[in-house]
């Protein structure tokens, strides 16, 4: 494990030097975190039906999304981009690890450092001024725990899944963008999933989406009550483990193809 | 048995073909013309351990892609390769934990974090036991003066620093087996002989193997007595470097300091003549006018204050050799 944690924590280190970047990020989450609250509670204000949901649970959502946003798979490594592009990735096979390994451990970094340094503050904020409320109950706390974490692991396959198609395409802006809406929309990040049509709920629940944003955080405000926890677990294990074989499997065979660019 | 053996290795790329401009990259984006460049062609050499071999060429000849295979980084077309008894890229794990590899227009250092750290990192990631990582660790700092600038980020670094790091981190593992990959390009000559004098000690006292791929011939005069010259993927010299430049010019010139300025000084055996002012070059083929009998009828007949003998530079033949290459008279 030595060499993984080593380049998790090289990561880790260089990202969370970023202070001008976590500044931005907090403002445009608070920003963005605003803008959703109002939308919502105008939305609540003059619906004439019930909701799926209530209202202080979806500003709790709206919340977590802004301050785990760096959590979600919405973008490939920026370092692995460049290292493609540039042709330094050659370094990357010339170390003593398996490739894979060390890309997801890479992307573990990144989905953790970023995010520590805005939800910190973030949580603090909204939780004293702006409608985040507590998890619902200890039992619930505890299984948000567990799907976040869930949640990570999932989310880092996706993301290195992302990092091996630079492999073909180099610039990775196709595949980003794409990947981007189906990630935000497809798990809740945007619009909580119960506010998707009913013909659809099936399908949303099949993805491997809604491990990312939908799971953990409805688990938080305990609209999944906490003994769904181990079904909960199981899709995101699934899908992680799919995704993993999926992500080594194209690897392989980018690998194969790959000419170094530059000489 | 040799370290490294390399038997006609091939290996070619499909390169896209666009035509020019706009319109160009419009078209580009239905149909692609592709174009098969062949990098390697039947290149085989062995090498045995401790050597220190110089892989010389053109741009774009194949050295580096050479390089990438033997680090298990590229999978030939067909071929064999051996290095330390391993296929590369079927061990690549295995093979790359015994070598270290420096490019000099890449860099193997973590950009933003201070060069101290990244030698600590790839302890981690070569599982250099600690006690060995503190000894080569103190032991490079020294030897290449790397001790002012440890705690600096890597993107705050002069040229020099950084590619004094890149040797001090390509060794931190101790490698049987070094790649230098153009560990000169863009130095000052400071820093350049400081890296050469590094290399050769390496090489010589702890019996590193190594590759220099270079385009500075005095590298090359400085530290290999063997060199391997590729052209378009196609191996043409493997031997002694004097031996390579023999074969494309023996060459060399008397140069005279004249008394008087005298615009007739000249031999009928002289290939060529410059004249500036006092000074006047003959350049000779020793194989049809001895130095000696040069000199001695240039002094019989003017009156010379110095004189000096030189081979043609290096760098002069090189640049014959390759272009030889190119238009094929060689």
Redesign the interface.
């Given at each position: 494990m030595?060499?993984y944690?080593?380049?998790w924590?090289?990561r880790f280190?260089?990202l969370i030097?970023y202070r001008a970047a976590a500044f931005g990020g907090l403002v445009t989450q608070f920003f963005f975190g605003f803008i959703y609250v109002m939308v919502y509670e105008a939305f609540y204000a003059s619906a004439t039906t019930g909701q799926p949901i209530a209202l202080s649970h979806v500003i709790t959502l709206v919340w977590l999304g802004q301050a785990l946003l760096g959590m979600l798979p919405w973008n490939v490594d920026p370092e692995v981009k460049a290292m493609v592009r540039?042709?330094?990735v050659?370094?990357e096979?010339?170390?003593?690890?398996?490739l894979y390994g060390f890309w997801y451990a890479r992307a573990l970094a990144q989905r953790t450092a970023p995010t520590l340094l805005r939800a910190v503050p973030l949580v603090i904020v909204c939780g004293l001024f702006f409608g985040l409320r507590p998890p619902a109950s200890a039992a619930s706390a505890g299984a948000f725990a567990a799907a976040l974490l869930g949640s990570l692991l999932l989310g880092c396959a996706i993301t290195v899944l992302f990092d091996v198609t630079l492999l073909w395409t180099v610039s990775g802006e196709g595949i980003v963008s794409i990947a981007t809406s189906l990630v935000v929309v497809l798990s809740g990040m945007n619009v909580p999933l119960p506010f998707f049509p009913d013909w659809l709920q099936p399908v949303l629940r099949a993805l491997p989406f809604r491990g990312l944003i939908d799971t953990p955080f409805r688990l938080y405000t305990g609209d999944i009550p906490p003994s769904d926890l181990p079904w909960m677990l199981l899709h995101q294990a699934a899908w992680t483990a799919l995704l993993v074989v999926a992500g080594r499997l194209l690897m392989k065979r980018g690998l194969?193809r790959?000419?170094?660019q530059?000489? | 048995m040799p370290q490294i053996v390399v038997e006609n290795l091939v290996k070619t790329?499909r390169v896209a073909e666009r035509k020019r401009g706009t319109w160009g990259a419009v078209k580009g984006l239905f149909g692609r013309r592709y174009r098969t460049v062949h990098a390697l062609n039947e290149v085989s050499f062995t090498m045995e351990s401790g050597e220190l071999v110089g892989y010389i060429g053109p741009?774009?000849a194949g050295k580096?892609t050479t390089v990438?295979i033997l680090?298990?980084?590229?999978?030939p077309d067909s071929g064999r390769v051996e290095v330390m008894g391993r296929v590369p890229w079927k061990e690549?794990?295995?093979t790359?934990?015994r070598?270290g590899?420096v490019?000099g227009?890449?860099?193997?250092l973590?950009?933003?974090?201070p060069v101290g750290?990244?030698f600590d990192?790839l302890r981690?990631?070569?599982?250099v036991p600690r006690g060995e990582h503190k000894r080569t660790r103190e032991e490079l700092i020294v030897l290449l003066e790397l001790e002012s600038f440890l705690d600096v980020p890597v993107r705050q670094l002069s040229l020099g620093q950084r590619m004094r790091c890149e040797l001090a981190a390509s060794l931190i593992h101790s490698p049987d087996l070094l790649y230098l990959d153009e560990p000169t390009i863009g130095l000052d000559a400071v820093s350049k002989l400081a890296v050469r004098d590094f290399v050769r000690r390496r090489n010589r006292e702890r019996g590193i193997t190594m590759i220099l791929t270079t385009h500075d011939m005095d590298d090359i005069e400085a530290l290999c007595t063997r060199v391997v010259l590729i052209h378009q993927g196609r191996l043409l010299f493997d031997g002694r470097f004097e031996d390579l430049c023999a074969r494309v010019s023996r060459e060399r010139v008397l140069t005279v300091d004249l008394a008087e300025p005298d615009a007739a000084v000249g031999d009928p055996d002289a290939i060529s003549v410059t004249r500036t002012g006092h000074r006047v070059s003959l350049r000779f083929d020793p194989g049809r006018v001895s130095a000696a009998e040069l000199i001695r009828r240039v002094t019989a007949r003017w009156t010379v204050n110095d004189l000096v003998v030189e081979s043609i530079p290096v760098e002069e033949t090189v640049a014959k050799l390759y272009r030889g290459l190119s238009d094929g008279s060689l």
């Open positions: 030595g060499a944690s080593a380049i924590t090289a280190r260089t030097q540039s042709g330094s050659s370094y096979l010339l170390r003593p690890v398996d194969r790959l000419s170094v530059g000489g | 790329y741009n774009g580096s990438k680090a298990g980084i590229l999978v690549r794990i295995e790359v934990r070598i590899v490019f227009q890449k860099t193997q973590w950009w933003d974090l750290e990244s990192l981690d990631i070569y599982k």
